[in-house]
């Protein structure tokens, strides 16, 4: 089956850039979303088609794609940002989404 | 937007449980919509989605052939009928429009618990 993998962990002190990559086969022909999920919340949407950030997510959200491999970039991260961040897309043949490994940030 | 959940509880292995979506203040038969679920401490699985019409439905590998995901578009209500439960199908379950090519609005419930064991 169809595997989107992130690092377990990114750890980065306030003000920093935090990089999450995501990599998965068919993510040159599928779009890319992201998500942040805090503690007993449902996750919330911060990127979606690769890049594009829905209206009230902070300008520091940014997406980019490479290729296998998609990046979400936190710049200037603050303490509110600290949350588990999961990337999200379609198999190559667009039939089932999947959901990456998921990625705790962790703001020093 | 508003996705509400229920149904959940706890159901010894092998039993059935149906989860119900109810869904207002969005064209809710316009839009495909999934389930999705979280294991207690672990990563979010997608777990089945049905078509905006009601005619196309896709499951993952693990609910294959014991899930079933239908709508009632007169009662903005998605549903997840769960049989043959196993302890790991223990999780939280959302239902959710999730943002597409096409669609990019994006919305979650706050998802029902379902727990199963003996």
């Known amino acids: 089956s169809y595997e989107l993998t992130q690092p377990p962990s990114v750890s980065v002190s306030p003000g920093q850039t935090a990089r999450i990559t995501c990599s998965g086969d068919?993510?040159?022909?599928?779009?890319a979303y992201w998500y942040q999920q805090k503690p007993g919340q449902a996750p919330i949407l911060v990127i979606y088609?690769?890049?594009e950030r829905p209206s009230g997510i902070p300008e520091r959200f940014s997406g980019s794609s490479s290729g296998t491999t998609v990046t979400l970039t936190i710049s200037g991260v603050q303490a509110e940002d600290e949350a588990d961040y999961y990337c999200?897309?379609?198999?190559?043949?667009?039939?089932?989404?999947?959901f990456g490994t998921g990625t705790k940030v962790t703001v020093l | 937007v508003q996705l509400v959940e229920s149904g959940g509880g706890v159901v010894q292995p092998g039993r059935s449980l149906r989860l119900a979506c109810a869904a207002s203040a969005f064209t809710f038969s316009s839009y495909g919509m999934h389930w999705v679920r979280q294991a207690p401490g672990k990563g979010l699985e997608w777990v089945a989605v049905i078509s905006y019409d009601g005619s196309n439905k896709k499951y993952a590998d693990s609910v294959k052939g014991r899930f079933t995901i239908s709508r009632d578009d007169s009662k903005n209500t998605l549903y997840l009928q769960m049989n043959s439960l196993r302890v790991e199908d223990t999780a939280l379950y959302f239902c959710?429009?999730?943002?597409?090519?096409?669609?990019?609005?994006?919305?979650w419930g706050q998802g029902t618990l379902v727990t199963v064991s003996s």
């Open positions: 959710a429009k999730l943002s597409s090519g096409t669609n990019p609005g994006d919305y």
């Open positions: 088609k690769d890049s």
């Open positions: 068919a993510l040159p022909r599928q779009f």
């Open positions: 999200q897309s379609a198999d190559s043949s667009d039939t089932y989404r999947v």
